[in-house]
């Protein structure tokens, strides 16, 4: 069986959506999809991943900070990243002295309130850019 191309500007649905959200421009969609995501647990003596999306592995680079390494590059280093985690805040990548932010991988640092450094039950991440 060989594969094919689809080609296509605009999807639209076959009138089970009702209002005026019946199409959508397929560039917003591939545009504003999220090329990178994770959910894992920080605190575990080995890292893996409850669920994620173009991501290779995890490091536990010390207490409180980690290494994404995504399974695609992106095609420059200026992606967008947001996280969350179960402490009272949290800092991302390029805000870290000396941080790892690249194509292929960034860093996350979770901390309490005060700045203290400390791993996290919950870290969860998102990154939206362009792929390589």
Known sequence: MANGTIAFDTLQTSGQITGT?????????????AKQWVNFDG???????????????????GTGIYTITFSSAFSAADYSVTAGNDKQA??????????????????ITTELSGGTDADADKVMTHTMGDLA
């Open 90 to 107: 949290s800092r991302i990548g390029a805000q870290n002295s000396g941080a790892n932010f690249t194509t292929t991988a960034f860093d």
């Open 43 to 61: 605190e575990e003596s080995s890292l893996s991943s409850r669920n994620s999306l173009n991501v290779s592995s995890l490091t536990d680079e």
């Open 21 to 33: 959200a019946k199409s959508l421009d397929t560039d917003y969609v591939v545009s504003g999809a």
